[in-house]
Every structure is written in structure tokens, then in C-alpha cells.
């Protein structure tokens, strides 16, 4: 374990073993760029190595994530678009300044109420009628020894089933659509969800 917890740490190792194990997120990329549109103002919550962001328009795009070690990879290697680090519970964003928000393999390492104040301030930031798309690990998927060790390698504590991850949207979002997937041999649960207006 202390093996895949320094790898997890090393953006470009995790990186790379990961567009293995998820055959270059092909499946994944398919289904952001299908739901979200190329040139509006976009936020990646939690962007990681910034593997989606050549699915927006660089001047359109904004990458935040927590660990500086990633952000100054995703810098290197996306060196038109925009990354900053910032933690999700608490965005310095004006309000409603994103059209669309895309939360990617985030919410499996945050508890409930950590979680829930992540998805309140991606609320605040995100227009009337905005789009959200959440893509997590889902507990089914640790059936198989591959799976298990991705989710060790990933060192998400709260990987959740697909109707947990709905309690913790609905009071915030309106989900107009939901599945399951997989992307390589991860298995993932999406949520295209609209936000609700603030009552």
C-alpha cells in the first residue's frame, strides 16, 4: 500500500497508468463532449493531469484542483489553458459565472458533508439552468482485481453506491439523466444534472 500511495502521488506516473487501465478515457471523453458544449465558460472541478480539458475551448476553460503537484503538471503539458489551485469547499468564483461544471473522480474522497459543501459552492458558481456532470467510481466496480486496484492506486475512502451519490445531488440539482459505464476497466456512475433555483 505505501507502494500505490507514492505512486498515487506522482502526477505523471498516476497519470499514465491510468490512461492505461482506462484505455485513454476514450469512453469518458465521448460523453463530456456530448453533453457539454465546446466554447462556454466551463469549470473542471477537481481537474487532476487536466485529461479533459481539450474537450472546451482554452479560453473557455478553467482546471482547479487542490494539489499543486498536479496543477504544475496539467501547466506543462496544456500550456494554453487556464489551472489554478484552489480547494473545491471554498471557490474564490464570482457566482454564477460557469455554464457548465464538470466534477470528475472527486466526490469518492470526500465524506458527506465535505461533499455536500463542494457541491453548494459548485451550485453558487454555475448559471441559472446551468449543467453539471458528475462522473464517480461506484462500488460495483470492486468486484474485479482490477477495479480494486485502481481504487487502491486512486486512495478514495467514500466510493459510494450510484443511489448514495443521489442523495447527496438532489437538493441542489435537478438529474435529467443517469447511468452506469465503463471506461476501460473502471466502472464509473454519471449524473447529467440541471441546477435548481436557489428558492
Same mark, same amino acid.
Given at each position: 500500500?505505501?507502494?500505490?500511495?507514492?505512486?498515487?502521488?506522482?502526477?505523471?506516473?498516476?497519470?499514465?497508468?491510468?490512461?492505461?487501465?482506462?484505455?485513454?478515457?476514450?469512453?469518458?471523453?465521448?460523453?463530456?463532449?456530448?453533453?457539454?458544449?465546446?466554447?462556454?465558460?466551463?469549470?473542471?472541478? +477537481?481537474?487532476?493531469?487536466?485529461?479533459?480539458?481539450?474537450?472546451? /475551448?482554452? +479560453? /473557455?476553460?478553467? +482546471?482547479?484542483?487542490?494539489?499543486?503537484?498536479?496543477?504544475?503538471?496539467?501547466?506543462?503539458?496544456?500550456? +494554453?489553458? /487556464?489551472?489554478?489551485?484552489?480547494?473545491?469547499?471554498?471557490?474564490?468564483?464570482?457566482?454564477?459565472?460557469?455554464?457548465?461544471?464538470?466534477?470528475?473522480?472527486?466526490?469518492?474522497?470526500?465524506?458527506?458533508?465535505?461533499?455536500?459543501?463542494?457541491?453548494?459552492?459548485?451550485?453558487?458558481?454555475?448559471?441559472?439552468?446551468?449543467?453539471?456532470?458528475?462522473?464517480?467510481?461506484?462500488? /460495483?466496480?470492486?468486484?474485479?482485481?482490477?477495479?480494486?486496484?485502481?481504487?487502491?492506486?486512486?486512495?478514495?475512502?467514500?466510493?459510494?453506491?450510484?443511489?448514495?451519490?443521489?442523495?447527496?445531488?438532489?437538493?441542489?440539482?435537478?438529474?435529467?439523466?443517469?447511468?452506469?459505464?465503463?471506461?476501460?476497466?473502471?466502472?464509473?456512475?454519471?449524473?447529467?444534472?440541471?441546477?435548481?433555483?436557489?428558492?
Amino acid at each position: 500500500m505505501n507502494i500505490i500511495f507514492t505512486l498515487s502521488k506522482l502526477p505523471w506516473t498516476f497519470h499514465f497508468l491510468r490512461k492505461i487501465l482506462e484505455l485513454n478515457y476514450v469512453q469518458t471523453k465521448e460523453k463530456i463532449r456530448h453533453y457539454f458544449d465546446y466554447a462556454v465558460p466551463t469549470l473542471d472541478l +477537481g481537474c487532476g493531469t487536466a485529461e479533459f480539458c481539450r474537450c472546451f /475551448a482554452p +479560453g /473557455a476553460y478553467l +482546471g482547479i484542483d487542490i494539489f499543486a503537484q498536479y496543477i504544475t503538471f496539467a501547466k506543462k503539458r496544456r500550456p +494554453g489553458y /487556464a489551472f489554478v489551485v484552489a480547494s473545491g469547499q471554498d471557490l474564490c468564483l464570482q457566482s454564477k459565472s460557469f455554464s457548465q461544471i464538470l466534477i470528475s473522480g472527486v466526490i469518492h474522497h470526500l465524506n458527506d458533508e465535505i461533499a455536500r459543501h463542494l457541491l453548494k459552492e459548485a451550485h453558487r458558481v454555475l448559471v441559472d439552468d446551468g449543467k453539471l456532470l458528475l462522473i464517480e467510481d461506484i462500488t /460495483a466496480s470492486s468486484t474485479s482485481f482490477l477495479s480494486r486496484l485502481i481504487h487502491a492506486m486512486d486512495m478514495g475512502d467514500h466510493i459510494r453506491e450510484k443511489e448514495e451519490y443521489e442523495r447527496l445531488i438532489n437538493k441542489l440539482f435537478k438529474i435529467d439523466e443517469s447511468f452506469t459505464y465503463y471506461s476501460g476497466y473502471c466502472h464509473y456512475g454519471l449524473w447529467l444534472m440541471r441546477k435548481l433555483k436557489e428558492s
